[in-house]
């Protein structure tokens, strides 16, 4: 059982916008502002897409955003394309003790 | 540009150890901290731990004590993740991330993954 909450699964048609969250505790999310979302394709390794809740790394679309509210975090991707199609996996820095933490992931389908 | 190249896939034995390397380019070693991932097949991502570039302290996560083993070369630029007493459930792939920090943040350039199989 992963520490952060995602739904299984989530779809949109392209051009449609679609939001993944990612629920924690006051101890991780709700506690630091260190909540990274990453796009894993199948057989390859992660990429950063979203990092310190809202900022994006060079070269990431501005289709992406992401933000907080209390404990929860979110990564809403608009104007999807077919090549957005892959798991997403939200994570957060826990304390020094406890360190990072993952979400389950969340496998999105562009219909 | 970063680049972290990881060794290849191994197949070992029950019992057997494995060293997975992790060669970092393009930035200056000592300035981040290294993270260690693991990926079971069809599974989510699990933070194994983070080692210190600067110092060489390891950290490790609840579930990677004992058999699991961070170590660094620094001359070479290159992280080491070490398995012993190797276990069918240690079958995964292995990611080395650099972190954001010097400290444990965020991950942000990630090796290839290096495959363990563990099968008699």
């Known amino acids: 059982q992963s520490a952060l909450t995602q739904p299984r699964s989530v779809s949109g048609s392209p051009g449609q916008s679609v939001t993944i969250s990612c629920t924690g505790t006051?101890?991780?999310?709700?506690?630091?502002?260190?909540v990274s979302w990453y796009q894993q394709h199948p057989g390859k390794a992660p990429k950063l897409m979203i990092y310190?809740?809202?900022k994006r790394p060079s070269g990431v679309p501005d289709r992406f955003s992401g933000s907080k509210s209390g404990n929860t975090a979110s990564l809403t991707i608009s104007g999807l394309q077919a090549e957005d199609e892959a798991d997403y996996y939200c994570?957060?820095?826990?304390?020094?003790?406890?360190?990072?933490?993952f979400g389950g992931g969340t496998k999105l389908t562009v219909l | 540009q970063v680049q972290l190249v990881q060794s290849g896939s191994e197949l070992k034995k029950p019992g057997a150890s494995v060293k997975v390397s992790c060669k970092a380019s393009?930035?200056?070693?000592?300035?981040?901290?290294m993270n260690w991932v693991r990926q079971a097949p069809g599974q989510g991502l699990e933070w194994m731990g983070w080692?210190?570039?600067?110092?060489?302290?390891?950290t490790y996560a609840q579930g990677f004590t004992g058999r699991f083993v961070f170590s660094l070369d620094t001359s070479v630029s290159t992280a080491y993740l070490q398995i012993s007493s190797l276990k069918a459930e240690d079958t995964a792939v292995y990611y080395c991330?650099?972190?954001?920090?010097?400290?444990?943040?965020?991950?942000?350039?990630w090796g290839q993954g290096t495959l363990v199989t563990v099968s008699s």
């Open positions: 991330a650099r972190d954001r920090e010097t400290t444990v943040t965020t991950s942000d350039y």
């Open positions: 393009g930035y200056t070693f000592t300035s981040y901290a």
């Open positions: 080692i210190n570039t600067n110092t060489g302290n390891p």
């Open positions: 006051s101890s991780d999310v709700g506690g630091y502002n260190y």
């Open positions: 310190d809740v809202s």
């Open positions: 994570c957060s820095y826990a304390g020094s003790y406890t360190g990072v933490v």
